[in-house]
């Protein structure tokens, strides 16, 4: 297109015969047709200041990212998923606050036995306490999801980026490699790739998960950079004279962001149960290191006789991963203006 | 001359085919001169100025032929970094929308203010109390209270005013005004093209005012160039034009004015659409919807004839055009 539409084509052309998709996902009833059209119409115009300018009570000054954490605040899935993680992550940094004993020191003379006084999750096929093994596993868990997020979210969106702005053959060569990471199955691209793998750290397990998750937040990001790239406010600071590292950094990454953490928030919590299950097929983290998926994998050998072995560090990791999928639902609904 | 545009030539290259949009544009502005560029959408008014500022989008689109001159050295000829720093600093662009050409998480005193720091390297803080100044310039309410808002906090007009002060915060000696007050209310829109004419007056500016309103043109208009399906058909001296047209487009545009004195009359519009620009008639490309088309203007392309010393008209009958014109 030479020219641009002018303004009015582009913002108000919500004839009731082709309404846009997003209006009719917030239109209450589906054949609302003009009438809710017409209400969310209002909304908006009633969210430009209108009045005489610089008369009025004075609000603070809104971006953004202080509407979506105001709305956070009210959410309270936000903040139960908030209050639970936050939890884990202080237990995780200092296991010590909840629990004196070590994960390591077992006693095999007690294996498999129940609850009791002082060991209330009970002791694990080697004698240790599953209730310290528990809270130790934390740590891992949270480090692995943590350290797997930052790296997938950091490499992905530094590729998907870069190939959304400048587009042409990187962008195409990028994008064909996206396509055949996405069609590397994760379980078995980990048995094969972590099974030569020796080191007793977790850094084989979150390179693992970085590279074969970069691409879904590269697609994310690269998309996100295209959509926000056109908006007029980047050409408006490229006719100023911004440079191309200027307009990226600066006008549209902080617009452009958004998708990017909803997507890292709730692959945090499926980098955490990825963990465990590779650890559970043994090609994960190996013992000594304490890890969720370690135990459940032990326990599930004697789940007939002593089930509580598997159900303690199995609830851990449920709600671990249903907490991080919770908040990232809820930073999804803050970020998203189509919702408002 | 300030600002020289010789046989500029823009095309689009899309999958169904190439667009020409501007085909041979030639058009100047001084300093202190408002040239206004007049045409429907899809004219090339808005490819042309965005091929002045630099920030056409390249590909799908590409510059054929013609040369920019700006202060007397060819603008295509330079390199993108040259270019970039010339954008801003001595060329800048009001858009048609405010609330969409500013950044919506970034507060306006930042944005304002970032002019200073990426063209003259000056502190934030330094960059902040430039822009309140600049804000009161261009006659914000409570600036120093307002730098902090963000763009959807402020209504359109004074929006519109915050990408004025932007652009002429490093005083350029060139601003194109992309339809600045299409997107306004009728009563704003005055306001803010007084305002524009103002501070053009003020800083000696020359400015391309790029529009489809008359209404706005006419009073602050030095000069008026009329396109039509990539180029220039009529370019003259504002009241010439409005006295008498010698272009039968231009006339077809000033008879589609609603008039006092016409009321209940049928209002005139010019019959047919505009031109696919994949498939451009050949010829004048005006001639399918042309009252006074003939043989000719189906097979040659009339050239950029000399009405006045200052004035020209793309028509082979321009005085047959000239002289209805004049006797309404």
């Known amino acids: ?340 | 001359m300030l600002l020289e545009v010789r046989d500029l030539q823009v095309e689009f290259r899309t999958r169904d085919g190439v667009a020409k949009a501007v085909n041979g544009v030639n058009y100047s502005v001084d300093e202190g001169q408002t040239l206004a560029v007049l045409g429907e959408s899809g004219s090339g008014k808005s490819v042309t100025a965005q091929a002045v500022m630099g920030i056409l989008d390249m590909p799908p689109g590409k510059i054929t032929g013609g040369e920019i001159l700006f202060k007397g050295k060819d603008l295509l000829k330079y390199k993108e970094e040259e270019r970039r720093k010339v954008r801003g600093a001595e060329m800048a662009m009001i858009f048609q929308d405010a609330l969409s050409s500013l950044n919506p998480v970034i507060s306006v005193g930042d944005q304002l203010g970032e002019m200073f720091i990426v063209h003259r390297g000056m502190s934030r803080k330094d960059a902040r109390a430039k822009a309140v100044e600049l804000m009161e310039h261009v006659r914000i309410p409570g600036a120093k209270e307002r730098v902090r808002d963000y763009p959807h906090q402020f209504s359109g007009g004074m929006r519109q005013r915050i990408m004025i002060a932007m652009a002429l915060a490093l005083e350029p000696s060139l601003i194109i005004a992309d339809e600045p007050t299409t997107a306004l209310d009728v009563t704003v829109q005055a306001q803010v093209m007084d305002l524009l004419a103002e501070l053009q007056r003020e800083l000696n500016m020359g400015l391309i005012l790029i529009t489809h309103d008359l209404g706005v043109v006419a009073d602050v208009a030095d000069k008026i160039a009329v396109m039509y399906a990539g180029r220039i058909v009529e370019e003259a001296p504002v009241h010439d034009i409005y006295k008498a047209p010698a272009h039968p487009y231009t006339k077809g545009l000033l008879d589609s004015i609603p008039r006092l004195d016409q009321k209940g009359q049928e209002l005139y519009a010019i019959k047919g659409l505009p031109p696919n620009l994949m498939h451009i008639p050949p010829g004048c490309a005006f001639n399918p919807r042309c009252p006074m088309a003939q043989d000719i203007c189906r097979s040659e392309v009339p050239p950029l004839a000399e009405v006045d010393a200052d004035r020209g008209s793309a028509c082979f009958f321009w005085r047959e055009c000239l002289d209805d014109s004049s006797r309404n």
């Open chain 1, 1 to 340: 297109m030479p020219e641009q539409p002018p303004y009015e084509e582009e913002e108000f052309h919500h004839g009731p015969e082709g309404p846009p998709p997003e209006d009719l996902a917030i239109a209450p009833t589906g054949f609302g047709g003009t009438m809710d059209l017409g209400s969310s119409e209002a909304e908006t115009l009633e969210k430009t200041p209108g009045g005489p300018e610089g008369t009025g009570p004075k609000e603070k000054p809104r971006s953004l990212w202080s509407d979506a954490w105001r709305d956070l605040r009210r959410n309270p899935v936000f903040i139960i998923s908030g209050l639970v993680i936050l939890f884990l992550v202080v237990i995780s940094i200092w296991p010590g606050l909840i629990t004196t004993q070590s994960p390591l020191k077992c006693d095999l003379s007690k294996a498999q036995q129940g609850s009791q006084p002082g060991h209330p999750f009970g002791f694990d096929g080697q004698g240790c306490d599953v209730y310290t093994r528990t809270v130790y596993g934390t740590r891992i868990s949270i480090s692995v999801g943590v350290l797997a997020t930052i790296g997938v979210a950091l490499l992905g969106s530094f590729l998907g980026g870069l190939a959304g702005f400048y587009g042409g053959m990187g962008d195409s060569i990028l994008s064909r490699i996206t396509d055949i990471f996405f069609a590397i199955p994760v379980v078995l691209g980990g048995l094969v790739l972590l099974s030569v793998v020796t080191s007793n750290t977790i850094w084989p397990v979150v390179g693992f998960m970085v590279l074969l998750g970069w691409p879904q937040v590269s697609r994310i990001a690269r998309g996100s950079v295209i959509t926000t790239k056109e908006n007029d406010y980047v050409h408006a600071a490229r006719a100023l004279g911004a440079s191309n590292s200027r307009m990226l950094l600066r006008h549209i990454t902080p617009n452009a962001v958004a998708p990017v953490i909803v997507v890292a928030t709730i692959a945090l919590g499926t980098y955490i149960s990825l963990e465990a299950t590779l650890s559970y097929l043994g090609v994960g983290l190996k013992p000594p290191t304490v890890s969720w998926g370690i135990d459940i994998s032990s326990a599930s050998a004697y789940i007939r006789q002593a089930p509580h072995m598997l159900l303690w560090p199995a609830g851990a990791l449920a709600i671990t991963v249903l907490a991080f999928i919770m908040l990232g639902d809820a930073v999804r609904d803050a970020l998203d203006p189509k919702l408002r």
